[in-house]
Structure formats: structure tokens, C-alpha cells
């Protein structure tokens, strides 16, 4: 069955801050989006869509949710401005932008597995290899998903407690 997109700014049954025309229309002044483009069934576009809003509601958001029967995290009131411009009840450019970015990066990589959380680390060791975790304040060692992509995290700076955190990355040799 194929997935309907839902994008009700404030909806009770939303399940997208976008709609499969605006991000069309996003990726046509976009480069690199042979990803996007080269699919050319619209129910995988907007599973990613669908999959990308789940994924950002996972953040923690400033503010509060605008009402009580909305289904995704935006539209929220006690923002103010950001950038100029007035961010309280409405999907903010930048969460739509974050929502495009993501869910063509989730086209091509699994963000569903499980990943390594670096930054827990308190010791490394090289020779017989030891690594030494720190439990955080909720005993989590790892995330239900993988991190944001850096560029995603830094399209919500100023919207999220975390976004724009930095992130640390494991390089193999």
C-alpha cells in the first residue's frame, strides 16, 4: 500500500514537516541528486520523507509543542526569532531543509543499525585493545539511531540543545 503523506502544519495524523512536491522542487537547484532523481517510484520518496521526520522528532527541541494533539514536534511556540525570522507556530525553513538533506542521505545509508557512540569513550587503548565506556545519566551506551549527519545537525543550530554539538568520527587505517 502506498504511503500518503501527511504534512497538516499542527495535524493530529502528520507524519511529515514536507511534502513530496517541495522537495522536488528543493532538489531541482540542488547538486548531487542523481540519489533522489534516479528513483522514480514517489513511495520510496516519501517513505524517506516520512523516515527523515521520525528521525528529526527524535531531537530535543526548544520550546514547546504548540498543541497538545499534534502529532510531530513542530509547529512549536516559545522559539521567538531565529535568523529574522518569527519561528513560533510554524515549520521552520530550517527543520524543512533538514527534513530534504536528511532523507536523501537516508536513500543510501542505513541509519537504522546501530552505531558506535564515540563520545562516551574515557579510555583507548592501542596494544591488545581496551576501551573503557562511560554510562550516561540514563545508563544508554547507544542511541535508538545513528547520529545526524554534520551538515543536518548544523541546518537545526539554534533549534535544538544539541544541534551543532560536533561530533567525534572513527577513522580505520
Keep these: 500500500m502506498a504511503l500518503v503523506i501527511d504534512s497538516t502544519v499542527g495535524g493530529?495524523?502528520?507524519?511529515?514537516?514536507?511534502?513530496?512536491?517541495?522537495?522536488?522542487t528543493?532538489?531541482?537547484s540542488r547538486l548531487n541528486v542523481?540519489?533522489?532523481?534516479?528513483?522514480?517510484?514517489?513511495?520510496?520518496?516519501?517513505r524517506a520523507l516520512v523516515q527523515a521526520t521520525r528521525r528529526l522528532d527524535y531531537e530535543n527541541f526548544y520550546g514547546e509543542r504548540?498543541?497538545?494533539?499534534?502529532?510531530?514536534?513542530?509547529?512549536?511556540?516559545?522559539?521567538g526569532y531565529l535568523d529574522g525570522i518569527y519561528m513560533d507556530g510554524i515549520i521552520p525553513p530550517q527543520i524543512k531543509e533538514a527534513t530534504f538533506e536528511l532523507a536523501i542521505y537516508m536513500l543510501s545509508v542505513d541509519m537504522s543499525?546501530?552505531?558506535?557512540?564515540?563520545?562516551?569513550?574515557?579510555?583507548?587503548?592501542?596494544?591488545?585493545?581496551?576501551?573503557?565506556y562511560?554510562?550516561?545519566?540514563?545508563?544508554?551506551?547507544?542511541?535508538?539511531?545513528?547520529?545526524?549527519?554534520?551538515?543536518?545537525?548544523?541546518?537545526m543550530e539554534g533549534l535544538s540543545s544539541t544541534a551543532g554539538a560536533g561530533s567525534v568520527s572513527l577513522v580505520y587505517r
Excluded: H
Design 34 to 46: 542523481t540519489t533522489w532523481t534516479d528513483i522514480t517510484d514517489d513511495d520510496i520518496k516519501n
Design 26 to 28: 528543493y532538489f531541482e
Design 12 to 24: 493530529a495524523n502528520s507524519n511529515s514537516y514536507v511534502t513530496l512536491a517541495e522537495a522536488n
Design 113 to 132: 543499525k546501530p552505531s558506535v557512540d564515540t563520545s562516551n569513550i574515557q579510555k583507548a587503548k592501542v596494544g591488545s585493545i581496551e576501551v573503557s
Design 134 to 155: 562511560v554510562i550516561d545519566k540514563n545508563d544508554n551506551v547507544s542511541k535508538p539511531y545513528n547520529e545526524l549527519p554534520p551538515f543536518v545537525d548544523y541546518l
Design 66 to 79: 504548540e498543541t497538545t494533539i499534534q502529532a510531530l514536534k513542530f509547529p512549536r511556540s516559545g522559539i
